[in-house]
C-alpha cells in the first residue's frame, strides 16, 4: 500500500494521521466542535437532513442538522471504518479493517457487528445494498464478500484472478454494477453480480472512486488527479482535464446533480455539466478530504482529517 500521510492506513490505500489526542470519545452523546476536529472521517451519507459518516478507531458520528451538530452513535469496538452505505433510511451497512461488517435498522443510531475475520487482514474499502437481501463488500487484496439476507450472514468470493486491491462498487440499477481498483483494475458486471468481467483501463493507476452522473455516465478518478469518463458504461474512456494532480478520493452528486471530488492537499473539484469539466473549490486548507456531502442552502460538508468543514459552492450560471 502507498504512504502518502502519517501512519494509520485509509482503507483505499492511502494513510493519514490518526487521532490527534490522547482522550477518546464518550461511548455516546453530543460531541463538541473541538472533538470533532480531531476526527478522521473517511466516509458519510446524507439521509435527509441526517448524515451518518464513519472512520478512525471505528468511531460512528451522526448528524440531524445538516452537520451544524453531531453526537456519536452507539456501536461495538471496532478498528478503522472505510465505507458506509444506506439502503433507505434505516437500515444500512459499515466496513471497515479486519473485514468488519456492522449493521443498522435504525438510521445509524445503533449498530451490531455481523461480521469479521481479523485473521486474514484484509480490509473492507466499500459496500453496497443493492436492495433489501443483496449487499456486496469488497475490499483489499481482492476481498469481495456478498451478502443475501440483508447483510446478516456473508459468503466470500474470489472475482480476480489476482490480489489486487478493489476500492468501490458502483450500482449502475438493472443489474448493471461496476468495480474500481488498484492498478486500474475494472470489472464489470450486467446480471446482478452473479458473474464479473475485467474491462480494459483507461489508466494504469489505481482508481479509488466512482460516481454515476445525471445523464447515466460514469466518472471514475483516482491516483494523481486523474480523472475518466465514459458515456457507455465502461467500453471507451475519455480523459477530463484536472489542473491538480493531487490523488482524488472521494465523491458525491449533489441533490442538483453537480458532482463533487475531494483528495488530498485539501483539494475539492465541482463540475455542473455532467462530469465532462471540473472546477476547484476553495477549501481553506490542505488536509486531506475524503467524502464531500450536502450540506445547507449552498454549501457542502468536507469529512477527512479534522472531521468536518463547510465550504460555499458558487452558484450555478
Given at each position: 500500500m502507498r504512504r502518502i500521510l502519517g501512519a494509520a492506513a485509509i482503507g483505499c490505500g492511502i494513510f493519514f494521521s490518526a487521532w490527534?489526542?490522547?482522550?477518546?470519545?464518550?461511548?455516546?452523546?453530543?460531541?463538541?466542535?473541538?472533538?470533532?476536529?480531531?476526527?478522521?472521517?473517511?466516509?458519510?451519507?446524507?439521509?435527509?437532513?441526517?448524515?451518518?459518516?464513519v472512520g478512525d478507531r471505528g468511531y460512528i458520528v451522526a448528524s440531524d442538522d445538516r452537520g451544524a451538530t453531531w453526537h456519536r452513535a452507539k456501536a461495538p469496538a471496532a478498528p478503522m471504518l472505510t465505507g458506509i452505505d444506506f439502503l433507505d433510511s434505516q437500515h444500512?451497512?459499515?466496513?471497515?479493517?479486519?473485514?468488519?461488517?456492522?449493521?443498522?435498522?435504525?438510521?445509524?443510531?445503533?449498530w451490531t457487528l455481523q461480521f469479521s475475520a481479523p485473521k486474514e487482514q484484509r480490509p473492507l474499502l466499500d459496500v453496497r445494498m443493492i436492495d433489501k437481501d443483496f449487499a456486496i463488500a469488497v475490499g483489499a487484496y481482492g476481498a469481495y464478500y456478498e451478502s443475501h439476507d440483508g447483510g446478516k450472514t456473508w459468503a466470500a468470493r474470489k472475482i480476480i484472478a489476482d490480489d489486487k486491491h478493489l476500492n468501490c462498487i458502483l450500482d449502475l440499477g438493472e443489474g448493471r454494477m461496476m468495480i474500481f481498483g488498484e492498478a486500474g483494475t475494472i470489472l464489470t458486471t450486467v446480471d446482478g453480480g452473479k458473474t464479473w468481467t475485467p474491462q480494459q483501463s483507461p489508466y494504469k493507476g489505481s482508481l479509488f472512486n466512482a460516481l454515476v452522473a445525471a445523464d447515466g455516465a460514469v466518472?471514475?478518478?483516482?491516483?494523481?488527479?486523474?480523472?475518466?469518463?465514459?458515456?457507455?458504461?465502461?467500453?471507451?474512456?475519455?480523459?477530463?482535464?484536472?489542473?491538480?494532480?493531487?490523488?482524488?478520493?472521494?465523491?458525491?452528486?449533489?441533490?442538483?446533480?453537480?458532482?463533487?471530488?475531494?483528495?488530498?492537499?485539501?483539494?475539492?473539484?465541482?463540475?455542473?455539466?455532467?462530469?465532462?469539466?471540473?472546477?476547484?473549490?476553495?477549501?481553506?486548507?490542505?488536509?486531506?478530504?475524503?467524502?464531500?456531502?450536502?450540506?445547507?442552502?449552498?454549501?457542502?460538508?468536507?469529512?477527512g482529517e479534522g472531521g468536518s468543514r463547510e465550504a460555499t459552492l458558487a452558484p450555478r450560471k
Open positions: 490527534a489526542g490522547s482522550d477518546v470519545l464518550p461511548d455516546s452523546g453530543p460531541l463538541g466542535a473541538n472533538t470533532m476536529q480531531r476526527l478522521l472521517l473517511l466516509d458519510a451519507q446524507r439521509l435527509g437532513s441526517r448524515i451518518v459518516a444500512g451497512i459499515a466496513v471497515g479493517h479486519d473485514s468488519v461488517i456492522l449493521l443498522t435498522a435504525d438510521g445509524g443510531e445503533n466518472v471514475a478518478f483516482g491516483m494523481r488527479g486523474n480523472i475518466y469518463r465514459s458515456a457507455d458504461h465502461g467500453k471507451t474512456w475519455q480523459q477530463v482535464d484536472n489542473a491538480s494532480s493531487a490523488t482524488l478520493i472521494g465523491g458525491e452528486k449533489l441533490p442538483d446533480n453537480s458532482l463533487v471530488l475531494t483528495g488530498a492537499a485539501g483539494t475539492a473539484l465541482v463540475s455542473r455539466d455532467d462530469g465532462k469539466s471540473f472546477q476547484p473549490i476553495e477549501t481553506q486548507g490542505t488536509r486531506t478530504l475524503t467524502k464531500p456531502i450536502a450540506g445547507s442552502d449552498a454549501t457542502i460538508l468536507l469529512m
